[in-house]
């Protein structure tokens, strides 16, 4: 029995699910900075998990990835930035739904690319729009300190938007790599799938 498609059970899923979820979490400690951005940005290739089970499940699968890396991150590490754990579970979101959607939309390897694209896109001009409204106030309110709009849209223009661009670009080349020596393997899962249907 195929754990992957339709005919799998709860169980199966579940178990897969929880599995990539951990192996996302332990990703997140894989973390390293960028040059010439603040050394607090760092990227990690803890979305690939989640971008993996956009596509052999559902969008939604992707997402429930994230919400489980990053649960189970705020559990092994403490509620030391709350933050920054809700910030990441939302780049992940922004990020892997639109890959997910698009590729389950049209099944091909463009569609792979295109939703690539449009997720960081996504991810990072979305992640810029909430940090400048929601993120950087409440790490101003949380750790107490005076942040103007001025400092909030110089934040965004020269660390935020560039960060996420680039961690996008990354984690896209690493799973695009990834993708094209899996294809034949989920190819044959989804054909087997469509026969059984």
């Known amino acids: ?8 059970s709860k169980l199966m899923r579940l178990i897969f699910l929880a599995l990539f979820g951990a192996i996302s979490m332990v ?18 290739f803890s979305d690939v998990p989640a971008l993996l089970a956009a596509i052999l499940l559902t ?10 890396k990053n649960g189970l991150y705020l559990i092994y590490t403490g509620a030391g930035d709350p933050i ?3 910030a990441n579970f939302m780049a992940g ?6 890959v997910g959607l698009i590729y389950h939309k049209f099944k ?3 569609s792979i690319k295109t939703g690539l694209v449009i997720g960081s896109l996504t991810m990072a ?46 984690v896209s080349v690493l799973f695009a790599l990834l993708f094209i020596k899996m294809k034949p ?11 059984a249907a």
């Open 27 to 44: 990703l997140m400690f894989l973390s390293f900075p960028l040059p010439l951005l603040p050394p607090y940005l760092e990227v990690d």
């Open 1 to 8: 029995m195929n754990p992957l498609t339709g005919q799998s």
């Open 125 to 170: 001009l979305g992640m810029a729009v909430l940090n400048y409204l929601i993120i950087l106030p409440a790490y101003s309110w949380f750790m107490g300190w005076e942040m103007s709009a001025q400092v909030k849209g110089y934040t965004v223009l020269t660390g935020i938007l560039p960060f996420n661009a680039l961690k996008a670009l990354i």
């Open 84 to 86: 920054g754990i809700l």
């Open 108 to 110: 091909s390897e463009k």
């Open 59 to 68: 969008p939604a699968a992707g997402i429930i990835v994230e919400a489980l």
């Open 93 to 98: 979101v922004l990020f892997v739904f639109p």
């Open 185 to 195: 393997w989920i190819e044959q899962k989804r054909t087997r799938s469509s026969s």
